[in-house]
């Protein structure tokens, strides 16, 4: 086994990216956007969302970065409300998105553990969205550690949330894994002295994740593999 234990990103690692993050952007951009002309498109030019083909953009600084930030992009184009009350509506709001799992996760899940992994998950989101969402899938019970951007340890890329996994669960970061849809996780992964897997299921290409990743899997259904030695 390459591993004792693997921290997973959530959304476009356990949850496709697209499928659940893209439809509930269009959503939540009309629900503050309230009908005043204008607002929609300048709130989707700041989240980097294409209103015509209803995805985030490449680069957009919403995809990777933290509830805290996203609220902050949207904050010049919503003067009535303050960061915090843009912050806590993307909270609520997330919470209750539709998820789209990548794979039936708790049969997976199960399977990591079989294997004697410790499970993680540690995601720019708030604790709140991931524990509301883990809940959601039924697989909270599966990780041994999750944490949000809000949790006291920090959000990605610094590698301090992946390290306080570590500790928490008696581990050599060496001997971790962390999986991951976008540069922000493998980054992280790599300051910690982590291998690093790179998975196709969020915006980013191969090509954006090879540099970063020991491995640059189609989705975590393929992680059992690679963790027993297969290549990647």
Not at 61 to 73: H, L, M
Not at 121 to 133: K, Q, S
Request: with cysteine; proline share 6%; aromatic share 6%.
């Amino acid at each position: 086994m390459r591993a004792d234990g693997v921290l997973f990103d959530k959304d476009g690692t356990l949850f496709d990216f697209s499928a659940t993050w893209d439809v509930w952007a269009a959503g939540t951009l009309r629900d503050l956007a309230a009908g005043v002309p204008g607002r929609l498109r300048a709130l989707a030019d700041a989240a980097g969302y294409d209103l015509e083909s209803a995805r985030f953009r490449p680069q957009s600084r919403v995809i990777a970065g933290t509830n805290r930030e996203a609220a902050e992009c949207l904050a010049p184009e919503l003067p009535h409300l303050s960061i915090a009350q843009i912050e806590d509506h993307l909270m609520r709001s997330s919470a209750e998105a539709q998820l789209t799992p990548v794979v039936a996760l708790a049969p997976l899940l199960d399977a990591l553990r079989g294997l004697g992994l410790r499970l993680g998950v540690m995601t720019n989101d708030t604790e709140f969205g991931a524990r509301a969402h883990l809940g959601a899938a039924a697989v909270a019970d599966r990780f041994d550690f999750i944490a949000g951007f809000d949790s006291g340890f920090g959000g990605k890329p610094s590698p301090a949330p992946l390290l306080a996994f570590a500790r928490a669960q008696a581990l050599d970061p060496a001997r971790v894994v962390m999986v991951g849809d976008s540069r922000h996780d493998l980054t992280a992964g790599r300051a910690a002295g982590m291998q690093c897997v790179g998975v196709l299921t969020g915006p980013a290409t191969a090509q954006d994740l090879a540099p970063l990743a020991d491995a640059v899997l189609p989705d975590i259904g393929h992680l059992p593999d690679w963790l027993r030695g297969a290549d990647g």
